[in-house]
């Protein structure tokens, strides 16, 4: 199964932690598409996105806007 989500993990809302919570009881690999964060600077990978999202070893980053160009901090 492939669950996949994208613009997932903007600092000014819980979404994030929410949506990971829904994603973590579902069987699969998870695809992180489209912008991982609102600007894709390493503070937000680093401080939104990898406490949530990249925090897990089925999570793979596809391409996506400002996200693209960079790896998350936890090298994914």
Do not use: F, K
């Not at 596809?62 to 936890?74: L, Q, Y």
Request: proline share 7%.
């Amino acid at each position: 199964m492939l669950l996949n989500g994208g613009d997932i993990s903007a600092c000014s809302t819980t979404g994030a932690a929410q949506t990971a919570q829904i994603v973590a009881r579902e069987p699969g690999t998870v695809m992180a598409g489209g912008d991982l964060t609102d600007s894709g600077t390493a503070d937000q990978l680093a401080n939104c996105y990898d406490p949530t999202w990249g925090s897990g070893p089925r999570v793979r980053v596809g391409p996506g806007g400002v996200s693209s160009p960079r790896r998350t901090s936890a090298g994914r």
